[in-house]
């Protein structure tokens, strides 16, 4: 074989590795009603709705600092694990980091509309391998009945607790609501074995509910909806060591009743924070959204906030990152701001909302349980208790992954240049032959 078809084929080859240097990312669609959990410096993102349940799963890396901004202009790029789940779509779930490695992604219930599908009560996904499964668990509880709308809890022993909820009615072509839950299942996702926790003094049924773990072993949980939003004025804790039940009256400036409302723990561990919500009454205004309450003497508050205040959301979710509150997605703000909130919360004199996300060496090790979370001031009606559902985005692809081109492109262009050379050394030999042909001919 001639050396120029060589030359061909060697650019051929350069460009086809250019191309592929740039990985594909994504452009989610706003949702809603969806799962969020931290694991291994990555937000995992499953499902939820929006003009139906969505079907895709993919995470954004927090290892490395961004701008919101550059997320709604899709410089810094999502990346999309959707061919890789065997997960049927659903909302509703509820998610929790834990196993015996403290790596696994364990999810529970939630809703589906492909019912003609194995729909698993709890499916684990594994970030290394990139796979789900469907885990065999021990001990007694109806698996026939799957509930919805309720918050995972994971404790310092790898055990998930699942309060409350509504039940999932398969195949619901009548839209009538299931029945509400108060009773406490537990999931010990080490060794994969069911539980239950005790009912006596446990709140009244719900689901929608804001719910995070207390320094002291106590799971805090408060609001919700029971065909009604229900109050903050009193807040109940169950503690985990000694299945016990207790209520706490609260004091302050007492938010309005709601549900759908995110909450988290502050880093201090001495006040939780709650964003968002719905209610009945009215929509919640950006000053009625954010709220704390003081565990030494439960008393509520609105913190002093500076940077530009976001529109209050509904059914997102809530997630401890390092030195922030992060928010994805939700429902009721305007497609044109950010899918992910940023709130600093490492000065508890005064909060910042903020366009950058900067890591620090704690960010790993605060991922703190995620709340179901709502807000936005419209009626309640627009809200999934009538499953009026909000309009989607599609998904579009977006082929700009600023790391991969920037490495991919880099080692590209080394081998371009070699092509380059060789082409040249090529030609110039060629060019001398002909000389010297022409040289002997005269």
Not at 167 to 176: H, M, P
Not at 344 to 353: A, G, H, K, Q, R
Not at 354 to 361: A, H, I, M
């Amino acid at each position: 074989m001639s050396q120029k078809p060589l030359a061909y084929i060697l650019l051929w080859f350069l460009f086809q590795l250019l191309v592929n240097c740039q990985s594909i990312a994504i452009n989610p669609a706003h949702r809603f009603l969806h799962t969020a959990t931290f694991i291994n410096n990555k937000l995992y993102i499953l499902y939820g709705s929006s003009e139906e349940i969505v079907n895709d799963f993919f995470y954004l890396d927090f290892s490395e600092p961004f701008n919101i901004q550059e997320l709604t202009w899709e410089l810094i790029p999502w990346e999309d694990l959707t061919d890789a789940h065997t997960v049927p779509s659903h909302n509703g779930a509820a998610s929790v980091k834990g196993g015996a490695d403290n790596n696994t992604l364990f999810l529970y219930g939630g809703e589906s509309d492909e019912w003609d599908k194995q729909f698993a009560l709890v499916y684990t996904y594994n970030p290394v391998t990139n796979s789900w499964n469907i885990p065999t668990i021990s001990g007694i509880i109806d698996t026939t009945v799957r509930r919805k709308d309720l918050t995972g809890i994971i404790d310092d022993n790898g055990k998930m607790y699942l309060w409350g909820g509504m039940e999932v009615i398969k195949e619901n072509v009548d839209g009538r609501d299931g029945n509400y839950f108060n009773d406490m299942l537990i999931l010990d996702t080490i060794n994969l074995n069911w539980g239950r926790g005790s009912l006596v003094g446990a709140p009244t049924a719900r689901y929608n509910y804001g719910a995070t773990l207390l320094p002291n072993n106590n799971i805090i949980y408060m609001g919700g909806y029971n065909g009604a939003d229900l109050t903050l004025y009193q807040v109940y804790l169950y503690n985990t060591v000694y299945d016990i039940w207790s209520v706490k009256t609260t004091l302050g400036k007492i938010p309005s009743n709601r549900d759908g409302f995110s909450i988290i723990l502050g880093l201090d561990g001495q006040r939780i924070i709650i964003f968002g919500g719905i209610t009945t009454t009215a929509g919640l205004a950006p000053e009625d959204s954010l709220y704390e309450l003081n565990l030494i003497n439960f008393e509520w508050y609105i913190p002093k906030i500076s940077g530009q205040i976001p529109k209050s959301r509904a059914y997102h979710k809530a997630n401890v990152i390092g030195n922030y509150m992060v928010v994805s997605f939700g429902s009721g703000y305007l497609h044109t701001e950010s899918d992910i909130l940023l709130l600093d919360i490492s000065n508890y004199n005064e909060y910042i909302w903020t366009n950058n996300f900067v890591p620090s060496n704690n960010t790993q090790s605060n991922s703190a349980p995620s709340a179901t979370s709502v807000s936005s001031p419209q009626t309640h009606s627009d809200y999934p208790h009538s499953d009026n559902l909000l309009p989607a985005h599609e998904s579009d692809k977006s082929p700009i992954n600023m790391i991969g081109v920037l490495v991919g492109s880099l080692f590209a262009f080394i081998l371009l240049l070699f092509g380059g050379f060789f082409l040249y050394k090529w030609n110039k030999i060629k060019q001398e032959k002909k000389n010297a042909t022409q040289i002997l001919e005269n």
